[in-house]
């Protein structure tokens, strides 16, 4: 006799899987439970019970790694003469450096301290009542995103699919740095400029649209600032431009206009806004299955409830068996 | 007080558009040369704050002014409100920066030397001393997150002096309509950056070197009265 074949998920052995091997069975839901009640029953040896550990005999855990300072992509004088030396080593080394010290003075010893930089930022976002830290952690995620925007040697035209989204949301390129640097002049104060990814939501909280459209999944230019950055509303950042004066001031005075207009033609690096946008819009199609995934599955879990509540029969009606296939 | 600074000339706007001129301003002139403030605040900072930061305003605000014009007479609310953030800030910066040239003096006349008389006074009584103000005023500019300005105020109504902080161009009456500035210190990045680069603190503790107490004096003691 031929072992029984197993289901693959649930372990359950299913005889009439024997002879077709490419019949996949998909268990029901009790059958998964009866699983999970009774898999342990058929196998395991009996538990001993545990004895309580003294918490002070075992090894505390490590603090966690406190966050590091990102080192550049090219040397300070990389970025010559569009950025000077200076620029990017007082940029760097002082405006850099000194929000992530911070930061790890402010969450070490927090629960804060083993979170992710970007989840960091969202929870300290705090929906808009920033908590003392949010500066600091933005800050840090918005410098990384900064400077691996700039490469030397910058500049060009982007292509494929960036080209094409530009063209269908902006016009053209020159729209598009026209667009940015409106934004910029009109960050009164400090700030950022961003081109962001918007995947299918409203402009309001996070809420996802009822009716999605193509027009939804586009490019947006948006200005941020002091230190808040379009995460904050779900977008998907591509490129950050720091209209700080810190960011331009020795190598530009006060012409903020000529700074960005120099970043977008000699600075940026298309390659990498290229990537992220990929990267974007393969994690935004993945959340919207996702939750059109659970959608459904609420759907259907109130259907159920619905039909429950109405049966008002005293008798479940009969159902035939199904019947069993004879191989 | 503050605003007689202000220099303001009429401008005749063509007859065919509209029978109302309109005000526009221009950029005052400062009481001493650029580099009278060295060391605390170098020359060519202050060159650059009067000649590019604050032309800008008030060319920005002259343009804003002209735009608000037209929408007003065209009965234009949507670009009248549209309009706002833009007269504020630049409006902001103009008004601000205009203070703060007052606010400053150079040592050989009398930049830094302390209150006198009803101000003096009424600093020992808010604040304890001259000491604890600038400690407070200090800490508070520091600890400014971005761009904005650190005022020290006199409460018209409660008839009490506070220190204030206000965010970009914002000017001190955002924050109170009896607010009225006394002292008001810049602390956006190009107030300080070539000199003193991120060291906002080092700028904070310098600047007292060259604070015109005598004109905040003025000032306290008219709207005071």
């Keep these: ?327 | 007080m503050a605003l007689r600074s202000v220099v303001s000339r009429k401008t005749l706007a063509p007859a065919l558009r509209h029978y109302r001129s309109l005000t526009t301003f221009t950029l005052p002139d400062l009481p001493y040369d650029y580099g009278a403030l060295e060391p605390a605040i170098s020359g060519e900072i202050m060159r650059l704050h009067h000649q590019k930061h604050h032309q800008t305003y008030v060319t920005n605000y002259n343009k804003a002014l002209e735009q608000l014009d037209a929408a007003v007479s065209k009965g234009d609310a949507k670009g009248v409100v549209q309009l706002q953030s833009a007269l504020k800030f630049n409006g902001g910066g103009h008004v601000n920066h205009s203070i703060f040239w007052q606010n400053l003096k150079p040592v050989s006349e009398g930049g830094g030397e302390p209150p006198h008389g009803a101000l003096g006074w009424a600093i020992d009584k808010d604040f304890g001393s001259l000491e604890a103000l600038v400690k407070k005023i200090n800490s508070e500019g520091a600890a400014l997150q971005g761009s904005g300005w650190v005022w020290l105020a006199l409460d018209k109504e409660q008839k009490i002096l506070k220190v204030e902080t206000t965010p970009n161009q914002d000017p001190l009456v955002t924050k109170g309509v009896s607010l009225v500035p006394l002292l008001g210190v810049d602390v956006w990045e190009h107030a300080y950056y070539l000199q003193y680069k991120n060291v906002r603190p080092d700028y904070l503790a310098n600047i007292w070197n060259v604070i015109n107490w005598k004109y905040a004096s003025e000032v306290y003691e008219k709207e005071s009265a």
Aim: aromatic share 10%; charged share 25%.
């Design chain 1, 1 to 327: 006799m031929q072992p029984a074949t197993a289901c693959a998920s649930s372990g359950l052995t299913i005889p009439w899987l024997r002879r077709c091997s490419s019949l996949r069975v998909k268990c029901s839901t009790s059958q998964r439970a009866h699983c999970a009640s009774t898999s342990t029953a058929d196998t395991a040896e009996p538990i001993e019970p545990i004895e309580p550990i003294d918490p002070i005999e075992t090894d505390p855990e490590p603090d966690p790694e406190p966050f590091k300072l990102k080192p550049l992509p090219y040397p300070f004088n990389a970025l010559e003469p569009h950025m000077s030396k200076e620029t990017v080593e007082y940029h760097w080394e002082r405006h850099h450096r000194g929000h992530v010290d911070s930061l790890n003075a402010i969450i070490q010893g927090t629960e804060f301290a083993e979170m992710e930089l970007e989840n960091m930022v969202l929870t300290s976002y705090n929906e808009g009542n920033p908590l003392p830290f949010f500066v600091h952690a933005s800050q840090v995620w918005n410098h990384d995103f900064f400077w691996e925007t700039m490469k030397p040697g910058g500049g060009g035209n982007p292509s494929n699919v960036l080209k094409y989204l530009i063209e269908r949301d902006f016009g053209s390129l020159d729209e598009l740095a026209k667009e940015i640097q409106n934004a910029a002049l009109t960050q009164f104060g400090s700030g950022w400029v961003w081109l962001a990814y918007k995947a299918h939501r409203l402009g309001v909280g996070n809420d996802i649209n009822p009716r999605p459209s193509k027009k939804d999944k586009r490019l947006v230019v948006v200005k941020t600032p002091n230190a808040v950055s379009p995460l904050v509303w779900d977008y998907y950042p591509l490129l950050a431009i720091d209209v700080w004066e810190h960011a331009y001031y020795m190598d530009y005075e006060n012409r903020r206009g000529d700074y960005v207009s120099v970043f977008l033609d000699k600075l940026i690096s298309w390659d990498v806004v290229s990537d992220r946008l990929k990267n974007a819009m393969f994690r935004a199609s993945k959340r919207e299955k996702m939750e059109k995934r659970e959608m459904l599955l609420d759907k259907m879990k109130e259907a159920r409830l619905r039909v429950k509540a109405v049966d008002l029969r005293p008798t479940p009606k009969a159902r035939p068996k199904m019947k069993r296939r004879q191989y």
